[in-house]
């Protein structure tokens, strides 16, 4: 490649330290384009141009493209400088032959190509690595007036390409994290709070609507007066952040439907410039509806609860002093009172798997004439369409039927080995509200007759049903055939009941 070395200074070598000396002692005879004497003014006046410039150039002479170069270019051939010094282009950068023997072509036939940030993969220390630079090529005319070489100018952008590459990546990872996040995000810019940037779980709040873009009062025009305007108009103003949480807003997620109210949390940031100036505001939260109506439907509860003790309590009071007072012996009195609290205790047990939201009508039956059925064959038989019933309702009727069972045993037809007992229900929806229609009918009993006085039994099927808010109605019918009972209930939901209950404790 350097041939023989021989001393042939110039004075159009002056410039870099390093290319001069390589120059002058380079055997240019074993090239191309010959001993330096014999080159022409155009390519000494190059050189002299390029030595002395500090941004990396190479002059591909003659057709061959033979490369010489300064000291700036040293930098970016790295490990193939000396080598590249006097060799052909094409040759000299053998990896990237084809991209140079284009650059050839369009500039020794008088063209310019310029290229920006060109990737390309280069082996200059004998592996390869990607390599971006930025290529500016133009002939350089000989004495004859045509193109004798292309000066080339090189200045990698290796370090800045990757840097902003890395910066997009993060940049992008990043949006894609805002994007994804499972809180919502809003970026809102200026003192009209224009949609800047929005994500996935903002659209999933609000409803999908074109709002990039658009002032909050226009994307959203349903929060107008819902006090959000202010609170934003605040915080760009103050520069102070505001945090609201379980903050209640109407929103007109579907274009169809009336707006839905939804519970958020959420902190509205001032964004600052560079030079401190308020430039926007970030808002960031949590739709919390489902929390808030939680904790709710768990304060409802606690009522419930409150109001469910004292009125167990008061009806274990009321049992109790009942069947003392109209038990003829201690012991008649211990189990009435045992058999009156275990019906208790077992609709409760049904209330309490429903988490007191109601039971259904088959489960309340079921459980209460669990202890009256015989083995084998049941003479207690009931039908009818499933219902739901409010958990008062439930208390109510599962008592009353402990005091009709109990009473059947005792007296009626179930007293004998061969009466039954029929329990059968409907829903009446002819009425302003739904009624439970139930009916307990007694056959092939003994022969009933009316008692001569009240018992606190009975007193307890109709009580237990009209009383406060059931507004409900029993009638027992003691039929010579058997004891008939008809029990008349509205059936309110278990939240109205609550709202009902609620209000009887606060004396509306």
Partial sequence: MHGNLRTAPADFLAGGEEMSTLMETFDWAGTSIGSMEMWPQSLRTTISIMLRSPIPMVLLWGPDGIMIYNDAYTVFAAGRHPRLLGSKVLEGWAEVADFNAHVMRVGMAGGTLSYRDQELTLHRNNVPEQVWMNLDYSPVIDETGKPGGVLAIVVETTERVQAERRIMAEKDRLSELFHQAPGFMVIYRGPDHVFELVNEAYYQLVGRREIIGKPLLEALPEVADQGF?????????????????????????????????????????????????????????SDVTERVRSEEHQRLLLNELNHRVKNTLATVQS????TLRMAGSTRAAQEAIESRLFALSRAHDVLTRENWDGAWIKEVV??????????????????????????????????????????????G??????????????????????????TWEEKGGPPVAPPSRRGFGTRLVERSLAQGHLAGEAKINFAQSGVVCTIDAPLLAAHEELASLTSEEAGL
């Fill in 229 to 285: 305007v202010e609170l934003l108009d605040n915080v760009y103003r103050t520069r102070e952040p505001f945090v609201g949480h379980g903050i209640s807003v109407y929103l007109q997620r579907h274009a169809a439907k009336d707006p839905e109210e939804r519970f958020v949390d959420f902190v509205y940031q001032p964004i600052r410039d560079g030079d401190g100036q308020i430039t926007g505001i970030f808002a960031e939260g």
């Fill in 319 to 322: 049992i109790t002093s009942q």
């Fill in 366 to 411: 079921k459980h209460a004439m669990q202890p009256f059925q015989t083995a084998g064959h049941s003479r207690i038989h009931c039908h009818g369409h499933e219902v739901r019933l409010p958990p008062n309702t439930t208390l109510a009727l599962a008592m009353a039927l402990q005091e009709l069972a109990t009473n059947a045993v005792k007296y």
């Fill in 413 to 438: 037809s179930l007293s004998n080995e061969t009466g039954e007992v029929r329990i059968s229900w409907h829903v009446d929806r002819s009425r302003e509200r739904p009624h439970l229609l139930l």
